[in-house]
């Protein structure tokens, strides 16, 4: 079974652009969260989808958005970037059943350098 | 009341020996413990987890201790070899809160051969 993949892996941006960032779950997975890694806060969570919805989300300002399609596949947008945008930007992945250790799967990050 | 806090920071071990790294909590509302193992230009992998309905649960050379009273988990890497020399970070959620999984800061640990 193939693990979560995340596109594009590398990324440089200039602050006041806007990126897009994208992840395939694990195939039956219907949950999908999204962390940011930086040296200095570490990982932290920025919101999660299931079926399509916004189930929960971090304390992250409204620049930071994303959604999720009918396949489980998300993505996340950052507009008007700033310069401590730059991280790890992670998602995970879960079967996210009922009754059902909640384990998370987590793909290989993309790194967002924001100049 | 949402953090968690793990230490050390760092770890030296030597090969063959112990590694314990340890966690706290504050959220009596947490109801699942999770361990992640990262290497450099990864992303974290699951390792072991844990609820709070039980004490210890080992996996091969990896061990979590539980203490629901301390509010307080610790992992236990037995027989620690090179490979294993990584960041390890500990979590913990809810599961009313689905997967917003909260992190240690991470420890960072180096086995020397």
């Known amino acids: 079974k193939a693990g979560v993949t995340q596109t594009p892996r590398y990324l440089i941006k200039t602050r006041g652009q806007q990126v897009t960032l994208s992840c395939s779950p694990i195939s039956g997975h219907r949950s999908v969260s999204w962390y940011q890694q930086t040296p200095g806060q570490g990982l932290q969570f920025l919101f999660e989808?299931?079926?399509?919805?916004?189930?929960n989300k971090g304390n992250f300002p409204g620049r930071f958005s994303g959604r999720q399609f009918s396949n489980s596949r998300s993505e996340m947008n950052v507009s008007t970037l700033e310069l401590g945008d730059s991280a790890l930007y992670l998602c995970?992945?879960?079967?996210?059943?009922?009754?059902?250790?909640?384990?998370?799967?987590f793909g290989p990050g993309t790194r967002l350098t924001v100049t | 009341q949402q953090q968690v806090k793990q230490s050390p920071q760092s770890l030296i071990v030597q090969k063959g020996g112990i590694s314990i790294i340890n966690c706290a909590y504050e959220n009596t509302a947490f109801d699942y413990f999770p361990w992640y193992q990262q290497f450099p230009g990864k992303g974290p992998a699951l390792l072991i987890a844990?609820?709070?309905?039980?004490s210890e649960k080992k996996e091969g050379r990896f061990t979590i201790s539980f203490n629901k009273s301390a509010k307080q988990f610790s992992l236990h890497i037995m027989d620690s070899q090179p490979g294993d020399s990584a960041t390890y970070f500990c979590a913990a959620s809810n599961h009313n809160q689905g997967g917003k999984l909260i992190f240690g800061q991470g420890t960072e640990l180096s086995v020397k051969p």
């Open positions: 989808y299931f079926s399509e919805t916004q189930r």
């Open positions: 995970a992945s879960s079967l996210a059943l009922a009754g059902v250790d909640y384990e998370q799967y």
């Open positions: 844990i609820r709070p309905d039980v």
